[in-house]
């Protein structure tokens, strides 16, 4: 009698970011479960991923181009797309796996039910720079709180430490490539409003932080998410009001920060009328009351003399 080992497809989206993708595939390549296909979802880069990746020459990876730039969202699509995988992996292209990392995931999803549609981990935070563990064990899951509930709080799941059935990936419609930022709690949403996940507490990645994060810089695009996600699920996000008063609150210090004062102070004035008792809120939105140059010199002095 032959011992099923279901076919896993993992999927590093990159672009650009050849220093760090190597690291990242070879993570991969070195893990104890061998039964899986690695496909690179290049979103357009013009430094030498291509060469490099080819260079390697393991039949087990794929390289993939998009046809114009598709975002975060819509180059993990596209591996999807050439996935042949039972479940699917993903790991960005920045990120480590360890090396017991798929052997665990595919023997939890092997004994799991119907009911549940992916595994994730816990993760190592480690300072990209100097390559040190900065915190060990940083996802606190509630096993007796609702995962819809935990996602819109502080999301749990990593994008780098997930596992999900590829049919369930099919079903809910993939990731939203009309959005480049939170497109993928959008997607977790979605699978937990259907399915239940299963948690190992153990880490099983290295997240790199870095000290500076170019998507982080992205406003425009944390503007759109955010939106977009508040007025599809407003009952999930308005749940806890504390934490939907931040959220308000962060969306207008965003609109400030891009020199929309008015739609800026409109959030901040919500937060504050939701849930009262976040100091930060009111000095934000006597700021938010000067022009976009008074702003940013009155955030500053706070940040000085706070």
């Not at 993903?90 to 665990?104: A, M, R, T």
């Not at 119907?114 to 595994?119: F, L, N, S």
């Not at 369930?168 to 480049?180: N, T």
């Not at 008792?277 to 700021?287: E, G, R, T, V």
Request: charged content about 25%; overall charge positive; proline content about 4%.
């Amino acid at each position: 009698m032959s011992f099923y080992m279901p076919k896993v497809s993992v999927i590093i989206p990159t672009y650009n970011r050849v220093e760090h993708l190597l690291p990242a595939i070879k993570s991969v390549l070195r893990q104890t479960y061998q039964n899986f296909e690695l496909i690179i979802s290049d979103d357009g880069s013009t430094d030498d991923t291509r060469q490099v990746v080819i260079s390697l020459n393991n039949s087990k990876i794929r390289y993939i181009t998009n046809k114009g730039s598709k975002g975060p969202g819509g180059n993990r699509n596209n591996g999807i797309s050439h996935a042949h995988g039972e479940y699917v992996a993903f790991l960005d292209d920045d990120d480590e796996w360890l090396p017991d990392k798929l052997q665990h995931q595919v023997d939890i999803l092997r004994k799991s039910s119907g009911t549940v549609c992916g595994v994730f981990t816990n993760v190592n935070y480690m300072d990209k720079k100097s390559g040190q563990l900065i915190k060990r064990n940083p996802i606190f899951v509630n096993p007796k709180q609702n995962l819809l509930r935990q996602l819109v709080i502080k999301s749990p799941i990593y994008t780098s430490t997930i596992m999900v059935k590829k049919t369930c990936l099919e079903k809910v419609g993939r990731f939203d490539e009309s959005i480049h930022y939170m497109e993928d709690l959008d997607l977790w949403i979605k699978l937990a409003k259907k399915w239940k996940f299963e948690y190992l507490p153990s880490p099983l990645i290295n997240y790199y932080v870095h000290s500076t994060d170019q998507l982080s810089k992205n406003l425009e695009g944390q503007i759109v998410g955010k939106e977009k996600l508040f007025k599809r699920y407003p009952k999930l996000f308005r749940q806890d009001r504390k934490r939907w008063s931040r959220y308000l609150l962060s969306l207008g210090v965003h609109y400030c920060q891009t020199n929309n004062m008015k739609k800026g102070r409109i959030y901040i004035f919500k937060s504050i009328c939701v849930y009262p008792f976040i100091k930060i809120a009111y000095f934000q939105f006597f700021a938010s009351l000067f022009s976009p140059e008074y702003y940013f010199r009155l955030k500053n002095l706070y940040k000085t003399n706070w």
